[in-house]
């Protein structure tokens, strides 16, 4: 018997999990924190919020579990993607970190597209480089704040910042770093010649190893602030993409997952790094040695739910959302939700794309907006598995993840729209179970991951299985949804950010 803590550092909010490797799950702690908008199509947090929010959470472990939380024996991370943090050589943030949902390099991102063809950023990257990932986010911090970059010592993503935190060690691993598009997806290691030819300093780039591989030990500062037992071993960890991946038992071909949290996509786990020619999905290094993990990304599902929820309508949890939605028939009334709040990526990938309910009519309620919300995120969904089925990859049925697998409604519009059986997994953190038994594995407690999904991932008994009714209903309204954003799409144009107060 061991115990693994697993930690995930996501947009919304860092949540911590304990499992025994005998017993499975023992406790899960969150909390919550906010993205800082200082100016239109910016987005930003503060590295030091989200350690002080994790030496709550793990507060609050100690407090529920304390046997269980002295008897830590490694420690697994996951983390939200394509973040930059920049840090001193006290590793120290010199500024608020650029996460994902950031648009303000849009210029920088044209910079690099006008230096490098599609196919050579499909051969380095095998990704479009746009605005919100580290690259671009680092050329403009280079232009605009060049005493910033003056004082960096180590570029880092998010979780990678609170494993410095933790261990003393600044270091990558291949996940993250594949999805900055500052590194060679299929060397597995920094595009020194893209750094290079941007005149990016290489002192700033970290040594890249590995997800399972240790990346160093609880320090004496760590243990004092956290209570948790000196020296044990640390991960690397990986992107939330592929370490939920893992919590949802995938780690071979012949899977997709759904997942809908603060972004959504939807993803698979492949050997070769396969990427669209159009560079319309993303393709990245998995956190299974020698694997990529390929998927369409959407900005913002889960995010959406929380704008309606928060913004529009001041609702108190989801209990009211999930069943005045349920109470509108499918297709709300024609009422149809692009959920391009902050830009979109697949299929677009266009920063400029903008949100928008069409079809308003007096009949529409606070129910018919909640429904639109869920059913144009699906949609969304929808565009980014009709890529992936062009590209030869598909399963029979859908695995869901995220937030949005809460929703037993939200679960069956999936399976309306995307017209295959839906399952969700009983462990609802995904994210978390799988830096947990990427970290036993990594740490030598479990075999394989294999003996670690067949232990802890458990699916629930439901089946979702497409409502044909509802299918032909959601079929008419995906086309007119397919149609509204090229024909919108010049107006967005002519919307300056200068105008939204």
């Known amino acids: 018997m061991a115990v693994i803590l697993g930690i995930d550092i996501g947009t919304s909010s860092v949540k911590a999990m304990l499992i025994d490797t005998e017993e499975g799950p023992l406790a899960v702690c969150a909390k919550e924190y906010e993205v800082m908008i200082p100016h239109p199509g910016y987005a930003e947090q503060d590295p030091e919020r989200w350690w002080m929010s994790l030496k709550e959470v793990l507060s609050g472990l100690r407090g529920e579990r304390p046997d269980a939380y002295q008897a830590v024996a490694a420690v697994g991370y996951s983390g939200q993607m394509h973040g930059l943090v920049l840090v001193d050589e006290a590793g120290t943030p010199v500024r608020p970190a650029i996460i994902w949902l950031d648009q303000r390099s849009k210029e920088q991102a044209a910079k690099i ?68 598009c500052m590194f060679s997806t299929k060397d597995r290691d920094w595009a020194w010649d893209i750094i290079d030819r941007f005149s990016l300093p290489r002192r700033i780039f970290p040594k890249v190893e590995e997800s399972m591989q240790i990346a160093g030990k609880i320090s004496a500062a760590c243990a004092a602030e956290t209570g948790l037992p000196k020296d044990i071993p640390v991960i690397y960890g990986a992107g939330d993409q592929p370490a939920q991946s893992i919590g949802n038992g995938v780690f071979d071909e012949g899977h997709l997952i759904s997942n809908i949290g603060t972004g959504g996509q939807i993803s698979a786990f492949i050997k070769e790094p396969v990427y669209d020619k159009r560079l319309r999905t993303n393709t990245f290094c998995h956190a299974v040695p020698g694997g990529y993990t390929i998927f369409g990304a959407t900005l913002c599902s889960g995010m959406s739910m929380n704008w309606a929820k928060n913004k529009l309508f001041h609702l108190q949890g989801y209990d009211v959302v999930n069943q005045e939605a349920a109470a509108v028939p499918a297709g709300s009334a024609g009422l149809i939700y692009l959920p391009y709040l902050s830009g979109e990526r697949t299929p677009h990938m266009d920063p400029d794309a903008q949100g928008m309910f069409f079809g308003l009519k007096l009949v529409h309620e606070r129910g018919h907006f909640l429904r639109s919300v869920m059913e144009g995120v699906t949609y969304s969904l929808r565009d980014c598995l009709e890529l992936m089925q062009e590209l030869g990859i598909d399963a029979q049925t859908i695995i869901a993840s995220g937030g949005g697998a809460a929703s037993s ?93």
Request: contains cysteine; charged residues 25%; proline residues 4%.
């Open 113 to 180: 597209s006008s230096q490098m063809t599609e196919k050579e950023m499909g051969e380095v990257f095998c990704n479009r480089v746009g605005s919100g990932f580290a690259f671009p986010s680092l050329l403009w911090v280079k232009e605009n704040e060049p005493e910033v970059l003056a004082k960096t010592a180590a570029v880092l993503c998010p979780k990678d910042y609170l494993r410095l935190k933790m261990t003393g060690e600044a270091g990558a691993e291949v996940v993250d770093a594949s999805s900055t």
């Open 409 to 501: 409604l939200w679960l069956q519009i999936q399976a309306d729209i995307l017209r295959k059986p839906v399952r969700a997994c009983e462990v609802k953190e995904q994210a978390c179970l799988g830096a947990c038994i990427l970290a036993a594995v990594g740490c030598g407690l479990l075999d394989s991951l294999k003996e670690g999904c067949d232990r802890f991932v458990r699916m629930g008994d439901r089946v979702y299985e497409p409502d044909q009714a509802h299918a032909a209903v959601y079929e008419e309204c995906y086309e007119t949804f397919k149609k509204l954003y090229p024909r919108t799409r010049d107006l967005y144009l002519h919307t300056a950010d200068s105008m939204i107060e």
